[in-house]
Nanobody
């Protein structure tokens, strides 16, 4: 049974940083690309960042939506079955519940598949 457990969220002032973690189990983690998504009340869950399953020229491919590009870094540790999202210079509009998921397809427009975790709440105060 696939399990995803997100952690690392919290309340932070604008301009602050958080590092989100997502521990996966029940699936061969290293074989799949991973994505971070976020959702606010009344809105659709939106894609935030993605990372490839393997490395190309020694580095994972990554993709970020414009709203977080330059402020966030997605990374993964296949030995720990964990994907991370480092978020810097946080803004109030980053406030959301953040989820990770296995994804397929192009990193810019990935399709999540499988189950979701419970998410981790990020709240950025102004």
């Amino acid at each position: 049974q696939v399990q995803l457990v997100e952690s690392g969220g919290g309340l932070v002032q604008a301009g602050g940083s958080l590092r989100l973690s997502c521990a996966a189990s029940g699936r061969s983690f290293s074989n799949y690309a991973m994505g971070w998504f976020r959702q606010t009340p009344g809105k659709e869950r939106e894609f935030v960042a993605g990372i490839s399953s393997g490395t190309f020229n020694g580095a994972f491919n990554t993709y970020y939506v414009d709203s977080v590009k330059g402020r966030s870094t997605i990374s993964r540790d296949n030995a720990k079955n964990t994907v991370y999202l480092q978020m810097n210079s946080l803004k109030p509009e980053d406030t959301a519940v953040y989820y990770c998921c296995f994804v397929i397809g192009p990193l810019a427009t990935p399709s999540p598949f499988g189950s979701w975790g419970q998410g981790t709440q990020v709240t950025v105060s102004s």
